[in-house]
């Protein structure tokens, strides 16, 4: 299988590690990604505040490209799903903002193209009970709750991927790779997002009952799958003891015995070595 | 009746605000309305009852952080995060100074760096955000230290190699 690869800003920078893990798991399940000669920022959650048009117009660009290529184009970011899920949103329903896109962006825009985070094609086009066999080192006695965040699963007309209220999928990869996933009501809460800089406060108030919530429901980490949410709960946590969130890549690729997983942990800013160890996971990978 | 205010807020978002009939079902899910004033539901009648200039200078609009928990629940399929933005839209066409500027300041820095380089690069966002906010200067330093040292924040940004490009979509999408 071969997929159209956007990695967006986020996994060159913030998000190191979840574009390492990602890269790293698909290549074990033979799952080829080929990144988009030419991308360009999807406009995040800052181009919409400034123009409707803008913020279709810039990942339609990217829609172009995935397009040329004629493969589904993989966003593990949840913004740069979002964005670009949405821009084929308006593309595909309202025809005056099509026809606009498509002169400002000089394409003809086909429908062919589908936008899939990672999390939708692991799922569906591998399936838990094949991840299952895959795995080497079951992640027996680790306790985590899947945390996806806002825009993955919303809004859902636009994403089209799993339950906006009661999300599936991740607790379903979660087990095939043999963790503990516990119950919990906070899975597709709000982090607070961009104002992680200019209103931190709100951002610490939101992680902070994330986290007694995980903690609550007796996780030693949140799992994620969107590199803002994960920065902003590492980053933002005020409380003395710290709860780590893994992506849900380096899940996979810690289960499956990948021997680069070691260097993935030194990115986090809450190093998640104690939480591995404490489920005797560290020492036996590789 | 619908005012001027409603007109241009639907045509912004592309919604229909009229539809609301106020359930309230937005303002209890809204993860930031304990920081809001009126909170979405409120700021839609405002929008009906044009209150443009109480509005404008709330810190309501510029607070929402686009979850769209009130537009996956609101019974009438109103997208209030996309009036939230539309709002912002009109506060700054008309000169209005966003009653949250540092929110503001950090869209507009973010959305300079991708024009400047097609792609966005927190290493300029962060420093010009840290100069010009409002946030003292010394906040988060010892977290933007520690994602630089894991490599997090490279010296040289990777750019998409189609910067002209890029600018023209948006000199084109105004």
């Not at chain 1, 986020?10 to 190191?16: A, E």
């Not at chain 1, 920022?41 to 409707?52: K, M, T």
Request: aromatic share 8%; proline share 5%; glycine share 8%.
């Amino acid at each position: 299988m071969e997929y159209a690869y956007y990695p967006g800003c986020s996994l060159h920078s913030t998000g190191l590690e979840f574009g390492l893990s990602t890269r790293a798991v698909f290549a074990h399940l033979d799952m080829e990604l080929v990144e988009l000669e030419g991308w360009n920022c999807c406009g995040a959650s800052s181009a919409h505040v400034v123009s409707h048009t803008l913020a279709v117009a810039l990942p339609a660009r990217n829609l172009a490209l995935a397009q040329a290529a004629g493969h589904d184009l993989v966003a593990p970011c949840a913004a740069c799903f979002n964005r670009m899920k949405a821009a084929d949103y308006y593309l595909r329903t309202d025809p005056v903002m099509r026809a606009e896109v498509e002169s400002i962006v000089g394409f003809k825009y086909s429908g062919e193209v589908a936008v899939r985070p990672v999390m939708a094609v692991l799922y569906e086009d591998y399936g838990p009970e094949q991840i299952a066999r895959q795995v080497r080192h079951p992640l027996e006695g680790l306790k985590v709750v899947p945390y996806y965040g806002c825009l993955l699963v919303r809004p859902p007309q636009v994403t089209q991927f799993d339950d906006p209220d009661n999300p599936q999928v991740m607790a379903a990869l979660l087990r095939a790779a043999g963790a503990e996933v516990l119950p919990w009501s906070h899975a597709t809460d709000c982090c607070g997002a961009s104002l992680s800089l200019s209103r931190a406060d709100v951002v610490q108030n939101l992680v902070g009952r994330l986290v007694e919530r995980a903690r609550e429901a007796g996780a030693d980490a949140l799992v994620t799958a969107c590199p803002l949410c994960q920065v902003n709960i590492e980053m933002r946590q005020t409380q003395e003891a710290k709860m780590p969130a893994f992506y849900i890549t380096e899940m996979l690729g810690l289960a499956f015995g990948l021997p680069e997983a070691q260097k993935w942990w030194s990115k986090h800013l809450i190093d998640p070595r104690p939480v591995l160890s404490q489920a005797g996971l560290v020492e036996r990978v590789g | 009746m619908i005012n001027d205010l409603t007109s241009e807020v639907n045509r912004l978002s592309g919604q229909q605000i009229e539809m609301c009939y106020h359930c309230h079902k937005c303002t209890a899910g809204c993860p930031i309305v304990e920081q809001m004033s009126y909170g979405p539901d409120r700021v839609l009648r405002m929008v009906a009852l044009g209150e443009t200039e109480t509005l404008l200078n709330s810190a309501d609009i510029w607070l929402c952080a686009g979850c769209y928990t009130c537009a996956t629940r609101c019974p009438n399929d109103i997208d209030i995060s996309s009036v939230m933005d539309a709002l912002r839209q009109i506060a700054a066409q008309q000169g209005v100074a966003a009653a949250e500027p540092d929110v503001y300041l950090f869209h507009r820095l973010f959305m300079g760096v991708v024009k400047t380089m097609g792609r966005s690069y927190e290493g300029a966002t962060l420093g010009l955000f840290k100069v010009l906010s409002h946030v003292p200067l010394m906040n988060d330093m010892g977290a933007g230290v520690n994602l630089f040292i894991r490599g997090k924040v490279p010296l040289i940004p990777k750019s998409s190699g189609k910067t002209a490009e890029i600018r023209e979509i948006f000199e084109r999408s105004r």
